[in-house]
């Protein structure tokens, strides 16, 4: 046990326990034991909500010019840029994703910490064109001390997402990182420092959602909530905070349908569900869960689908060759298998995978699995969050828009592909959810905002609109004409709003 490092808390910039109680980091594909991290108790969330909330009143981050919020998160971009290599190392060992998908997610990550940044620097308030002689101007500031609640699949991405929009407009972040997998997060503590973040702005606190992550959100000195998570643990959080007056923005679950029309090459319709289906084992929010297929190519596509399938190499997450990788848990597998066999009762068809397996009997690993199913199935319908994709044959265009909008109350991505132009825009159009490719899917950047509707969530990431999320907006309105002559006596036309 004494080799295994223990990776504390990052606290008022450096690392500290004070909490004796370990949570343990497994390596999903090996089950190794690789770190283990503190569970911090309640009275020690407290203690650092009531720091954070000090260095946001005194400290000089929230009162910082935007020149040096750009210039601390550029500096923090171009370390982290030269950092790659070991936070693909790292991210590879505790989420089980194949080593040639972390490089090239990770390498992206920078780019989140350089366009916040630059938008700090060129954000630009208002003046309002108010009637009269007056100025209104409408100016942005932080919100205060804010929390984020970050989840396993994409660990360091998602985080980045939300702390660099959070720093660039001048909060005081904590961020709870999640426990299967908080490693990478936990190494942007030192980072940020190098780059120049005032010690206590950026504070990283470990443990279970249940207790530290309920803790924090139950915490009133929070300005705001951001959650990346699944729809329980916003259900268990939304009340406290409607109650403390904490505005949430929540990136919960989805049901993507890929809507797959015949205007397509075959080849082209099957690389696109293996693209959108697979990455990360299906363990993304916008996983191309549901394969809504045209009748017109639906056999050959399916044919060839399987074929495909069948061949993807699943393996060692950090043999570069590996296509599919682990599953984060026991119980994602155990789930897996419960769709399975909820499907095979249902008499669906399994046409590939189904089944759960391991590298030499170690790891948590489940067969990339494709299951002909109908709408409205307990497949079709409810989310995996695993490799297990439904098939679904359908009549007509008008058949694959009501399947997509109606089976589920997820709405976070779809995807449709089409060569048919006016086809592309009319589903497109259509389609309710938050982001809608037309032949792409998972295609993000950090410009473009990011977040469902219905229940998938509430607010957005990415973009403007996460950048505004994270201030609160003043409107100053400066009078130089307008007499107080209200109560002056027989005043004809007087002004008071
Ligand atoms: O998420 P959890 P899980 C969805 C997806 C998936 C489901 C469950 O639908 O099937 O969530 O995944 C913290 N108070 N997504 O169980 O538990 C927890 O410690 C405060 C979508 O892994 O919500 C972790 O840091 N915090 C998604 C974070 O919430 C709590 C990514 C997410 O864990 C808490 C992951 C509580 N009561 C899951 N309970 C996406 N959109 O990409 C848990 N947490």
């Given amino acids: 046990m004494s080799d295994i490092p223990h990776v504390s808390n990052w606290v008022d910039g450096v690392h500290t326990s004070e909490s004796t109680e370990r949570i343990t980091v497994l390596n999903p594909a090996t089950e190794a034991i690789i770190a283990t991290i503190d569970a911090t108790t309640e009275a020690s969330v407290n203690q650092i909500v009531q720091k954070s909330v000090d260095t946001f009143k005194k400290g000089p981050w929230a009162r910082s010019d935007a020149s040096e919020r750009y210039a601390v998160l550029s500096r923090a971009a171009t370390l982290l840029r030269a950092r790659i290599p070991e936070f693909v190392e790292l991210e590879t060992v505790q989420t089980g994703r194949p080593i040639r998908e972390m490089r090239a997610q990770l390498a992206r990550v920078p780019e989140w910490l350089e366009y916040f940044a630059s938008l700090?620097?060129?954000?630009?308030?208002?003046?309002?064109?108010?009637?009269?002689?007056?100025?209104?101007?409408?100016?942005?500031?932080?919100?205060?001390?804010?929390?984020?609640?970050?989840?396993?699949?994409?660990?360091?991405?998602?985080?980045?997402?939300?702390?660099?929009?959070?720093?660039a407009a001048g909060n005081v972040v904590i961020v709870k990182p999640s426990e299967l997998a908080p490693l990478s997060v936990l190494k942007m503590g030192d980072l940020f420092k190098e780059a120049g973040l005032p010690d206590g702005v950026l504070q990283i606190i470990n443990g279970y959602g249940r207790e530290t992550g309920k803790f924090l959100c139950e915490s009133p000195f929070l300005s705001k909530i951001d959650l990346?998570?699944?729809?329980?643990?916003?259900?268990?959080?939304?009340?406290?905070?409607?109650?403390?007056?904490?505005?949430?923005?929540?990136?919960?679950?989805?049901?993507?349908p890929v809507c797959l029309f015949p205007s397509l090459e075959v080849e082209q319709a099957v690389k696109a569900a293996l693209f959108a289906s697979f990455i990360a084992s299906g363990q993304t929010c916008v996983t191309g869960s549901r394969l809504l297929v045209h009748k017109d190519i639906y056999e050959p596509f399916?044919?060839?689908?399987?074929?495909?399938?069948?061949?993807?190499?699943?393996?060692?997450?950090?043999?570069?060759?590996?296509?599919?990788?682990?599953?984060?848990?026991?119980?994602?597998?155990?789930?897996?298998?419960a769709f399975v066999e909820r499907s095979r009762k249902e008499g669906e068809r399994v046409l590939c995978g189904g089944n759960s397996t391991s590298l030499n009997s170690k790891g948590f690993f489940f067969e990339p699995t494709i299951i002909e199913t109908r709408s409205g199935t307990d497949l079709a319908c409810n989310e995996v969050f695993g490799p297990v994709i439904a098939a679904i044959k359908c009549e007509s265009e008008d058949d694959i828009i009501q399947i997509a909008n109606t089976d589920t109350s997820f709405a976070l991505g779809a995807s449709?592909?089409?060569?048919?132009?006016?086809?592309?825009?009319?589903?497109?159009?259509?389609?309710?959810?938050?982001?809608?490719?037309?032949?792409?899917?998972?295609?993000?950047?950090?410009?473009?905002?990011w977040g469902g509707f219905k229940e998938s969530g509430v607010g957005k990431e990415n973009g403007q609109e996460a950048f505004e999320s994270y201030t609160k907006l003043k409107s100053t309105v400066i009078n130089y004409g307008i007499q107080p002559t209200w109560f002056d006596p027989e005043i004809e036309g007087a002004r008071y709003g």
């Fill in 120 to 167: 700090a620097r060129v954000y630009e308030g208002r003046v309002t064109p108010f009637k009269g002689p007056v100025i209104n101007t409408l100016t942005r500031l932080p919100l205060g001390v804010v929390a984020q609640i970050t989840p396993w699949n994409h660990p360091l991405l998602i985080a980045m997402k939300k702390i660099s929009a959070a720093l």
């Fill in 416 to 449: 449709v592909w089409t060569n048919d132009f006016n086809q592309a825009h009319r589903v497109a159009h259509k389609i309710e959810a938050g982001i809608v490719w037309v032949n792409g899917h998972h295609l993000n950047d950090p410009s473009s905002p």
């Fill in 228 to 256: 990346t998570g699944g729809i329980l643990t916003y259900k268990a959080i939304a009340p406290i905070a409607a109650l403390n007056m904490v505005p949430i923005t929540a990136e919960l679950g989805g049901k993507a």
């Fill in 302 to 337: 399916l044919k060839l689908l399987v074929a495909r399938v069948k061949q993807l190499r699943l393996g060692d997450p950090q043999d570069v060759r590996t296509q599919i990788g682990a599953v984060i848990s026991k119980a994602a597998v155990e789930r897996c298998e």
